[in-house]
């Protein structure tokens, strides 16, 4: 039974409920922050655990109304990270942030842009939602069947393994900041496991940085939303992900042949842990394309000396551990492996770091360094980085540049656009016009298309259209326009688009969204 206008549905009420609670409790949550902030300085005081409340108000805050207070939480939480933290300065955001919620209380919130209207439920497809916030993964919860969807929730990642092989969701939305396993090793477990690999992964958070992003689709997420959640968006995206064709988001598969010979990472685990603890290690965390893997395979049994270890990391990922090696050298006895690789045509990509004494770090603490220079690696589109270097001081045999094509007939935003493709290295082409695109996409093997959809000449919609009558393969397209209109977006997307990011944008983020499609 649908609601009548004047009567509240059941996601009103969880909004209106949350931001009372909110607004009871704000004044005494901001007290208990302040003095967690002046106990800093105290021997042992630690503050990852006001990170996390400071965390939650980021998220939740602009969802229910307050959209100051979760920009000023953003600022200090992004300042408690600091190692060089002054806590005068955070007491200072503290304070902005208790003026910002006056504002914010002054300022009646608009649940109808927050409550989009419910559409036909989309085959019984089922959602498996992942947060610790009671608030938020209710409100969350009633947005998503509001799209017409199962939801199924966990208030922490602990039983995921066993809850998504139960339920068999068809999408798992997850948050990345939670006490215990967080996203990032969810999604890491998740991603290993035979059983649940193939079930694509949204990351939902308010840690949202380009790092944090680069991280978690270089894990294997399909996307990465932001809190606030935009309601619209968040549907947007579920139904994006699973209109995908299947190879689109399931892990590649080890093709047919000969077993590489190469333990299991339980069996690599039992040895490397007492190696790490008892002598300088470095660790490299390689990604090659399943056909690749038997090479792979080879070429590690002829680099490799006797004293070190290699095994199977997951399904896409070699993990190697050097004994007694600086990083650099590490990196440098790399290098002829990635060559022979290339010369097969085998793309690679390797993130290294080191541990300079015995003991210096734990197995999972290298491990997980090892995985952030992976997604450095990924990101820059070269072949190998180490943990704590420049990119640019540790590449090696490079693969093929990729090739940009830009269509926009606003100088500035092609200028910005064109900047940041470069740095990534990649190759680009301008376009100011419609019919130019067309002949640019017509003439030459693109990669990606970043496209306005307000073009002179011909439109962004009509480009759409035209590029299914090309040859395969087909550039990957991200619309890049101020249209965010519902159905500009729907019209995009079912005319082929993979991704849609609105003006005004981030560079950083249209990066981000570029390099996922690449990969």
Do not use: N
């Amino acid at each position: 039974m649908t609601p009548s206008p004047s009567e509240p549905d059941e996601l009103e009420l969880a909004l209106r409920d949350a931001r009372d609670r909110f607004r009871g409790t704000f004044s005494a949550q901001c007290d208990a922050i302040q003095a967690a902030i002046l106990a800093l300085g105290a021997p042992g005081a630690d503050a990852r655990e006001i990170r996390g409340v400071v965390h939650k108000l980021v998220g939740l805050a602009g969802t229910i109304g307050f959209p100051a207070v979760g920009h000023k939480a953003a600022d200090l939480e992004d300042l408690l990270a600091t190692p060089d933290l002054h806590p005068a300065e955070a007491l200072a955001i503290l304070s902005a942030m208790r003026e910002a919620f006056v504002g914010d209380c002054r300022q009646a919130p608009s649940w109808a842009s927050a409550t989009p209207a419910a559409s036909a439920p989309s085959a019984s497809a089922t959602i498996l939602l992942v947060d610790d916030d009671d608030d938020q993964r209710r409100i969350t919860r009633l947005i998503i069947e509001r799209g017409g969807y199962r939801v199924v929730t966990l208030s922490s990642a602990d039983t995921l393994i066993e809850t998504a092989r139960e339920v068999r969701p068809d999408l798992i939305v997850l948050d990345v900041m939670m006490p215990g396993i967080d996203g990032h090793l969810s999604c890491r477990l998740l991603k290993s496991d035979p059983e649940v690999s193939g079930v694509p992964v949204m990351f939902c958070s308010s840690r949202s940085t380009l790092d944090e992003r680069m991280a978690g689709l270089a894990l294997g997420a399909v996307d990465y939303i932001s809190k606030p959640i935009d309601p619209a968006e968040l549907l947007f995206r579920i139904k994006r992900v699973l209109t995908m064709p299947a190879a689109a988001h399931e892990p590649a598969r080890a093709v047919a042949g000969p077993a590489t010979d190469l333990p299991a990472y339980a069996d690599f685990v039992r040895k490397a842990g007492a190696l790490v603890a008892a002598a300088p290690c470095a660790i490299a965390l390689i990604r090659v394309d399943p056909s690749g893997r038997l090479l792979l395979a080879r070429a590690l049994a002829d680099e490799l000396r006797r004293r070190d270890l290699a095994g199977e990391f997951d399904r896409l990922h070699v993990v190697v551990l050097f004994v007694d090696l600086p990083g650099r050298v590490a990196v440098d006895r790399l290098k002829p492996l990635v060559d022979a690789l290339l010369r097969d045509s085998v793309e690679v990509r390797i993130g290294v770091a080191a541990s300079p004494v015995p003991g210096g770090f734990t197995l999972d603490a290298l491990t997980g360094a090892a995985e952030d220079a992976l997604a450095q690696a990924r990101f820059h589109g070269i072949a190998i980085a180490q943990h704590g270097e420049r990119t640019s001081a540790v590449s090696a045999g490079a693969a093929p540049r990729h090739l940009i094509l830009l269509a926009d007939d606003d100088p500035e935003v092609m200028r910005i656009v064109d900047a940041q493709m470069r740095t990534l290295h990649f190759d680009t082409v301008l376009t100011f016009d419609g019919e130019a695109a067309l002949v640019a996409l017509a003439g030459r093997p693109i990669d990606l298309l970043v496209l306005d959809l307000m073009l002179p000449k011909v439109t962004g919609f009509e480009i759409l259209h035209r590029l299914r009558d090309l040859p395969a393969p087909k550039a990957k397209v991200i619309v890049l326009s101020a249209r965010g209109r519902e159905e500009d977006i729907t019209r995009a997307f079912d005319l082929g688009a993979d991704d849609y990011l609105t003006k005004p944008f981030r560079p950083q983020e249209l990066a981000a969204r570029v390099v996922r499609l690449l990969r």
